[in-house]
């Protein structure tokens, strides 16, 4: 049996850079404000392992009023969400991400992202894909006030 799980998140950019993305410090003129380290994309993407297996949100299971969470490092959040998924009895068939940024670049950190998911969902690298993209100067992510990321994941039976 397989199951599908999507995530969304937003954070706002502000302080200073720089902006941990997937465990990647990109080096930026402000930085992501949030409780925790601010990483949009493994929040998002720690969402779409949360909802394939049915398991809510992470703001359920780390709670943004928690100081246990405050300036935590979102890749061990990730790691117990995987723990979870595992403990339900799936393993990663693959994941899809969209990082929406007007700034700044990401192309060249795209791979070290996908290297650090690979390593913290015990898959291979060829299973993890992470993208970008500009809004066209569109919205809160064309102002640059912020940034926004979506994730699709499908797991399988282990
Ligand atoms: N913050 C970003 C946004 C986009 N890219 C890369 O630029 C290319 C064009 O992006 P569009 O806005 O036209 O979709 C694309 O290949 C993105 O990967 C980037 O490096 N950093
Ligand atoms: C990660 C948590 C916990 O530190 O807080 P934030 O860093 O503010 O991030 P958010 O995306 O609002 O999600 C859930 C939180 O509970």
Redesign the pocket.
Known sequence: MMRIGHGFDVHKFGGQGPCILAGVAVPYEQGLLAHSDGDVVLHALSDALLGAIGAGDIGRHFPDTDAAYAGIDSRILLRDVFAKVRAAGYVLGNADVTVM???????PFIDAMAANIAEDLQAHVSQVNV????T?KLGFVGRKEGMAAEAVVLLVKA
């Open positions: 940024a007007q700034a700044p670049r990401l192309a993208k970008a993209t500009t066209e």
